[in-house]
């Protein structure tokens, strides 16, 4: 307790001195740690992926770990033993909350939003896995907590470290390579389809909170089909395809067009007053329960500036682009494609990370500007680094609640069963006033944002 009342003490003294510092809610500064400082961090999802994010913290000093699954928490439980366990993470911030810096979520969409948005209110660095959050309202009311706690964070689509995509955007936004961009494609492998909800009731297994893990959706009985990893493909819970690996496969586009411009205001980039953004979804089912098995979604994409007006396709399971998109390149199962009027970026990884220019021939031993993005020590230390003041995280809120708003309105408009014309504005679907339903549902009472 000694250090830590040192750090406290040095900290606020560093705030005092320094202008223009941004306090957090409880006296501390982003910008006060000592060198070689650790952070105090708290993960609450700790099985699973949550398994591998809770391990890129291993460099700093896990203070508490929150899971409501015992039986897939055991693994890391057990492997950081200093750490002080959970199920519920409300209680943790109600106990440890000052003895926390920095927080990681890892837990299923369902509740992303809930914890993060809690621990920022309590002036808390986040760090949370994609896709942000389940529905599009709750992007924004992360996005803007952020910014109104100034707190540093982080959304986990991790391709955004590697030095493939930070190079791809480079070279998408450079008119004198590529031209410029009126068109692109993103596409994936397809979803599990339809599934009825389970009749049986099991069990709850020893060790799940079942309640807890419920958080913020609809009450329902516990089925094995919902998890460990299930979940993703119900409605209740995750957000399909689209969420699974949107803000992975869609990474190169999204930040190469600079799409977030339609939310954040930007000196060059920013869109005409009134602009929206149009949205048409089919699919080979629509489900109450679940998401569909294929799905296509046109998104009609506004002017950002001086950059023309874009429009992105995509396609998860049945049709894919046309093949002569690819310029002679074989198609994948994957793919984030920019046609340019000069030529085309084209990734055929689902994370982003790696890229090829076409027509292949024309750009052989082709080199490009020189590189005008930092680059990274790696996603999670990226987020570290920038805790503590060190440098910026690539991929804050500030844009990737933006991505995440754009891809789920696919499944809004898909719901809506009609385009939707939607204002990036005031996060509003503005030719249909029913279909604004589906932006966000009723919480569980205990559970609101």
Known sequence: MSGRSNR???LKKAALGTAGLTLLGDGRSAMGYQANEKLNIACVGVGGRGGGNTGAMGGENLVALCDVDGRSAAGNFKRFP?????ADFRKMFDEMHKQID????????????????????LGKHVYCEKPLTRTVHEARVLRETAAKQKVVTQMGNQGSASEGLRRAVELARSRAV??????AHVWLKGGNGPQDRPADRPEVPEGLDWDLWLGPAPERPYHPCYVPFQWRNWRSFGTGAMGDMGCHTSNIAFRALRLD???????????????????????????????????????????????????????????????????GHKM?????????????????????????????????????P???????????????????????AFSPFAVGSCQTEMLLLGNVALLAGKPIEYDPATGKVVNDADANRFLHRTYRAGWEL
């Open 8 to 10: 406290r003490t040095f």
């Open 82 to 86: 200093q750490a002080k366990q959970f």
């Open 102 to 121: 920095a927080v990681v979520v890892s837990t299923p969409d369902h509740t992303h939003a809930v914890v993060c948005n809690a621990a920022m209110k």
């Open 178 to 183: 590529v031209g410029e961009v009126k068109e």
């Open 261 to 327: 411009a339609l939310w954040n205001p930007h000196p060059l980039y920013s869109p005409a007053a009134g602009a929206i953004i149009r949205v048409e979804a089919e699919a080979s089912e629509i489900h109450a329960e679940t998401y569909p098995s294929s799905m296509q979604v046109r998104y009609e994409l506004p002017a950002r500036g001086k950059l023309p007006p874009v429009t992105l396709t995509w396609y998860n399971g049945g049709p894919k682009p046309p093949e002569d998109r690819l310029l």
């Open 332 to 368: 994948t199962d994957y793919g984030c494609l920019l046609v340019g009027a000069e030529g085309s970026v084209f990734s055929e990884c689902p994370w982003n990370t790696r890229f090829v220019m076409l027509p292949q021939k024309k750009f052989e031993g082709f080199d490009g």
């Open 370 to 392: 020189r590189p005008s993005l930092p680059r990274s020590p790696g996603h999670h230390a990226e987020w570290i680094s920038a805790c503590k003041g060190e440098s910026k």
